[in-house]
């Protein structure tokens, strides 16, 4: 079964001057299919196209990315699903031309094998050395050059670190390698303020507005390491995890003292099975 289109056809290759293998001019979306529905698909796009228009790239048509979604789909149980546009073929130098033709790139995955101890017992984190830049132009969306996270992500080998935190430039939380944060704090629900750095996730937002439905005290702040460090609950979010607990923190050695262990507690609960209902009702 075909698992790569490129501008709609199957292959696996792009012209060697694309800006997107260049520059990493381009933005990305990484999907759940769960019985053959793409979760979250709306969302998704609509962060996409906000995308493109931040970086001034070519929308391409929403509704060709749906259909060559759905055919590399089909009746998967479960996979992933990766969608990328890229400005396309340029020239050498940084300057892009004024008339693009940018290039649209879908790929299907198999589903990442995650423990089912994630969901049930939380998982284990750390901090990262690596600290994010400060970038209001490109802060929120998803866009291609993710040299921090790659970097960031090197930092260990332990199999059983789930993910490590990354810090701004003044020493705030802001999110995982690869997904986002939020800790509770005296009843609380708090995430980063992605105003300058850091992804604005699809499940962040699900998150958020599930909190507002449910009538959970909540806010987008600074979140401080020591905020971090006494939350009474600290919980991950992206679109294939969904939602997993925190349970204990490591230190490192350039954060010795960033270590504690966390209960999964009544939010994070409530917000996992709020999801778990969630999907369900789009996988129908």
Request: with cysteine.
């Amino acid at each position: 079964m075909i698992n790569i289109l490129v501008n709609g056809e199957p292959c696996d290759s792009i012209s060697a001057l694309d800006r997107g293998l260049h520059y990493g001019d381009g933005v990305f979306e990484t999907l759940k299919v769960a019985h053959g529905q793409i979760m979250f698909l709306e969302q998704h796009l609509q962060r996409l196209c906000h995308g493109c228009e931040r970086l001034r790239i070519p929308q391409p048509t929403m509704d060709k990315i749906v259909q060559e979604a759905d055919k590399l789909v089909g009746d998967q149980e479960k996979a992933v699903l990766k969608i990328l546009i890229t400005r396309g073929r340029g020239g050498r130098g940084y300057r892009p031309a004024e008339i693009a033709s940018s290039n649209r790139i879908i790929i299907r995955y198999a589903f990442p094998d995650y423990p089912s101890a994630n969901y049930h017992e939380g998982v284990k984190i750390r901090l990262c050395d690596i600290r994010l830049s400060a970038n209001a132009a490109l802060a929120g969306i998803k866009h291609l050059n993710r040299l921090e996270q790659v970097l960031a992500r090197s930092e260990w080998n332990d199999e059983s670190i789930a993910e490590g935190l990354m810090l701004d430039q003044k020493g705030n939380i802001i999110e995982g390698t690869m997904s986002n944060v939020f800790v509770v704090q005296r009843g609380r629900l708090l995430t980063p303020d992605l105003k300058t750095c850091g992804v604005k996730g699809i499940i962040r937002q699900y998150v958020l507005d599930a909190a507002q439905d449910f009538g959970i005290s909540h806010d987008i702040t600074e979140v401080k390491k020591e905020e971090l460090l006494t939350a009474e609950e600290v919980f991950l979010t992206n679109s294939l995890i969904g939602i997993w607990p925190v349970r204990h923190m490591v230190a490192t050695p350039s954060h010795s003292d960033a270590h504690n262990d966390f209960k999964i507690g009544p939010i994070t609960e409530n917000l996992i099975q709020a999801l778990a209902r969630e999907e369900a009702r789009q996988e129908v």
